[in-house]
C-alpha cells in the first residue's frame, strides 16, 4: 500500500470533524493523547467510554488511512 501524506496539522491537534472545540472533555482528551504521544505508547483510555484510542503518531506509523473514523487521524485534511 502506497504511503499517504499527512494533513498539514500538529499531530496534537485533532481534525475539528473528529473532537469537537466545545466536546466538554476536550481537555482531558487532549492530555491524555499527549502523554500517550510523550510517553511512545500507542493510545490511551477514552475518559467518556473507556475504549482504547490510538494516538495520531501511532496511526501515521501505518502510512494511510484506514477510514475508520480515527479521532487522532493524521491524514484527514
Do not use: K
Not at 502523554?35 to 484510542?53: H, K, M, N, S
Amino acid at each position: 500500500m502506497p504511503s499517504q501524506r499527512l494533513a498539514g496539522r500538529l499531530l496534537t491537534e485533532p481534525h475539528p470533524d473528529r473532537l469537537d472545540q466545545r466536546h466538554p472533555r476536550r481537555a482531558e482528551i487532549l492530555a491524555r493523547h499527549a502523554a500517550a504521544l510523550a510517553a511512545g505508547e500507542p493510545g490511551y483510555t477514552d475518559p467518556d467510554t473507556g475504549l482504547f484510542v490510538l494516538t495520531a503518531a501511532y496511526l501515521g506509523q501505518r502510512g494511510s488511512c484506514c477510514d475508520q473514523g480515527c479521532r487522532h487521524c493524521p491524514y484527514v485534511e
